[in-house]
């Protein structure tokens, strides 16, 4: 009886649920004439905020925003939500690694909305103060500025810092108790270890990069989904079909776009019980999964009207809905 | 101990064991239904009932305790009547049904008007389905009061 402590929160987000986009609402987007209906029809339904400006970036930013301010208000420990931001932790440190070392400053490529950003992670890396980063970072930080003031090699250091934040999902679900944190790192890993696979196998990439790029998961055998990789994209679907990926290897055969919804969807569906589960932290967690991946499903849509794709090929690219 | 002893602890037994499950009970459906009062208001009036399902518990071991007094004397002013051991035991035995079920049936009701609590936040029409699921559970309250009422006034004060 001691998992009641969210209660009040759960159901909460229980009501917060409804104003969440069903597949008709995104289908209602999609059928907008074009890029300015589209922003229309957002803050029609309450998207952005009084002082937010009619653009796309920033309605959707504020979006995100405001889940963070919701799931803080609830008053619930947060240390529980520090894995879903490890990717925008790792995209930032990657992105200092390279403004540090090439001397090439770019504007708007960091994460603001996690622990450490764009000011804090420039200084740790050109100070190479590391341990200002949290213990699963440092390691990583240290072989990738290095490597890339060695080699030059940009992709070597991506390889590098991916797979350190893999590695520290995976560690993360691991040490967790909280179960929806636990699937949510096999497939975040599970997903990231597929999606290499299938871009080594479209490039012609070698055993070696992938041995340095793929993480450890429960649900794959790394040793065989290398050896599929190397024998091209059949091979890579044939591994998947009988290690119960047969979604994925459908998809793959598809398209390229059916692929990488299949992605995007996989996690959707890991977070889809938690609609059932009215105590624990789960259903806060999969709140927040379902937020960040109905404003992904937006930004889709958006640059689709943006560049005059259509309709149809929205849909191809169109995610599955949590709701 | 003389059995008065032993009536008036099952009395206590009644009214305490199936009032902690009912605060439980409300208390954490209480939780719920402001959880989804703090986004929709105007559903304040169907959390309420959920909230208060599991109440009734408490209020059927207040019912058994006073049965009991009563029976024993200790309600009324007429003053404590002479009560055998073994009637007294008979007392205790008869109200460990409301006290014991009451407390459980009241927590896990509390838990199932959570859950129906959440499906008035996202389909409120489907309310009497909802409110049936934490209603089930009363059943069972409602046999263990059945059982513990007819005990009590079934035992004679002295055997």
Redesign the interface.
Known sequence: MADTKYTYAVARIRALELALFSASSIEQLVACKDYKQCLQFLTEKGWGGADTPLDGDAILTRESQKTWEMIRELHVDMDAFDVLSYQKLFHNLKAAVKEICTSEVNAHIFFEDCEIGSKEMLRIISQRDYQALPVYMQEAAKEAYETLLRTRDGQLCDVIVDKAALEAISAAGKSSKVEIIKNYAESTVAIADIKIAYRCAKTGKSMDFMRRSLAKCGTLNLELLMKAATSGVDAVSDYLSQAGYQEAAEAMKESNSAFERWCDNKMVQTIQPQKYNPFTIGPLIAYVLARENEIKTVRIILTCKQNGLSDDSIRERVREMYV | MSGIVWALLGAALAAILAGCGSA?GVG?AG??????V???PS?FGKVLIMQLLPGTQGIYGLLIAFIALSKIGLMGGGGAAEVSMASGLSIFAACLPIAIVGLISA?HQG?TS??A??II??KPDQFGKAMLFPAMVETYAILALLISFLAINAIPLTM
């Open positions: 439980y954490v939780q719920a239904a402001s959880g989804v703090t986004e929709d559903k927590m838990r959570v859950a609590i959440g936040a996202k």
